[in-house]
């Protein structure tokens, strides 16, 4: 039995409204990237579509000279990475506004000359107070001369930084990253950006806990038996190959991704929601977790990604892990979470399942041999995202028999999403106007890279998989007595 539950449809001018940041220089380095095609670019076009970048403005492309642009060449390249991927219609007028404050300054560390008259040129033709933010879309390995540059030449001189993710790949190498960051920026001024965070259906988490006493009451030990998520992948590394040889998937994804949506999971109800009350609970939440224990972690490699381009042929590397993590809290303490991630499975979702305990005595009797999967609710946050409840119900008919049932909330059926932001979006507008509420925090970043230590340091063998299957088996032995809410033919 199916049911589609949607929420009332409201309108864009009832909505609130949302702070327009101050003047600002935006200046992105690694703006020839893939990132910044796909993200950066046309999410600040969004932005500035909606009314929700600064009255005075200008966004400044940088990247080592041997990739320099003309502002032509940058326009266009906006241009084109608008079209591709902002999923709407460019409005010219707006668009002409957007471009005219759009330039391209080359920028390396021993020859900054060019972005420093670029942003004093910009501030200049904006006058009065401005603020600087950086987007550092590059790779980690230029983090710390990049922020040096911006120390030793005055740049950071009224301005904040968002760093891109991984921050660091252990817990020697995260504190030194933070040491050089809080070298030239106060930690107010630093945006550790994780996108998962910044989705409408992440979000949601909160809204369900914490807005409706149907859940609140419920969410702790004595109710809920396990909770998942599960974030499959159908794409291969593709021309990351060495990337991924110096990440592997629970540094690209774990550490990162999954273990903040656990977080928001996971949280006690702060006291309110200002940012530091937030973040405060969340980074309680990773000081509380156990170390993660290698034997109850299974890692896998597809078959074939030692063939990929930039792969070692004897590589060790997981494109899969799938592990079982404790919370040493009154809520949580005995309630296992599990997460799983890869490369080339059977499909692409990001799922957060809740499997709630069975009734402490069972009234219907079943049929000799006749079982059913427990109650749970189920939350993707892919977007535009969904909430879905299973539950049983009585069979219409003589007899009181039972059958699996769900109701389900569709975000893209419900409150007039398409004028919400995507997350890079949202989080740069976050950024701009100096709301934490979505990013991380030194000293959680430090923490989760403390508990994921022993498994960095002793990681079980990896396990071969075909591409498109959801694995290695080990997984089902993992989890058991449960099971994987995905793939859900199994229901």
Request: glycine share 8%; net charge negative.
């Amino acid at each position: 039995m199916k049911t589609t539950v949607t929420g009332p449809t409201q309108p864009a001018a009832a909505r609130r409204t949302a702070p327009k940041p101050p003047n600002h220089v935006i200046v992105l380095f690694g703006a020839t990237g893939d990132l910044a095609h796909r993200k950066l670019l046309p999410g600040l076009y969004q932005l500035a579509h909606v009314g929700l970048l600064p009255d005075g403005y200008r966004i400044i492309g940088s990247a080592p000279a041997q990739f320099a642009i003309s502002d032509d060449d940058f326009r266009k390249l906006a241009r084109k990475a608008t079209q591709e991927f902002s999923g709407a219609t460019i409005d010219e007028e707006k668009w002409r506004g957007f471009a005219e404050r759009l330039s391209f300054a080359p920028a390396d560390p021993d020859r900054p000359d060019p972005l420093v008259q670029a942003v004093q040129r910009a501030e200049k033709d904006i006058g009065g107070d401005v603020l600087r933010l950086y987007h550092l879309a590059i790779p980690p390995s230029a983090f710390t001369s990049m922020i040096g540059m911006l120390g030793a030449t005055g740049l950071a001189k009224n301005a904040r930084v968002i760093i891109e993710k991984p921050f660091g790949h252990d817990l020697e190498s995260a504190r030194k990253l933070n040491r050089v960051v809080h070298s030239v920026f106060k930690e107010d001024d630093v945006f550790r950006i994780d996108h998962f965070l910044g989705k409408e259906s992440v979000d949601n988490i909160l809204a369900l806990r914490f807005a409706n006493g149907l859940f609140e009451p419920v969410w702790n030990r004595s109710h809920i038996d396990y909770v998942q998520v599960d974030v499959p992948e159908t794409l291969s590394i593709g021309s990351r190959g060495a990337f991924y040889e110096q990440t592997g998937a629970f540094r690209d994804m774990v550490v990162t991704h999954l273990f903040q949506v656990l977080g928001f999971v996971a949280m006690e109800p702060p006291t309110s929601l200002t940012a530091r009350a937030l973040t405060d609970e969340k980074v309680k939440v990773f000081e509380a977790m156990k170390p993660v224990n290698p034997a109850r972690v299974v890692r896998g490699q597809y078959e074939g990604y030692r063939s990929e381009a930039g792969v070692a042929p004897d590589s060790d590397v997981e494109t899969f892990v799938a592990l079982e993590v404790g919370i040493d809290t009154w809520r949580w303490s005995g309630v296992p979470f599990y997460l799983r991630t890869g490369k080339s499975l059977a499909e692409s979702r990001q799922v957060l399942t809740i499997g709630f305990k069975e009734p402490p005595r069972r009234m219907f009797q079943l049929e000799e041999g006749e079982s059913f999967d427990p109650n749970e609710l189920v939350i993707d946050f892919a977007d535009p995202g969904s909430i879905t409840a299973h539950f049983l119900a009585k069979v219409p008919g003589p007899t009181m028999e039972l059958g699996p049932a769900h109701m389900t909330f569709k975000y893209g059926e419900s409150f007039c999403s398409a004028v919400g932001l995507e997350a890079y979006q949202r989080l740069l507008h976050d950024a701009m106007i100096g709301d934490h509420t979505l990013f991380t925090r030194a000293d959680g970043i430090e923490r989760l890279w403390e508990i994921s230590t022993p498994l960095l340091q002793q990681p079980p063998p990896v396990h071969p998989y075909a591409p498109g299957s959801w694995g290695p088996a080990a997984i089902h032995q993992l989890i058991a007595p449960y099971r994987w809410h995905l793939p859900e033919q199994e229901h």
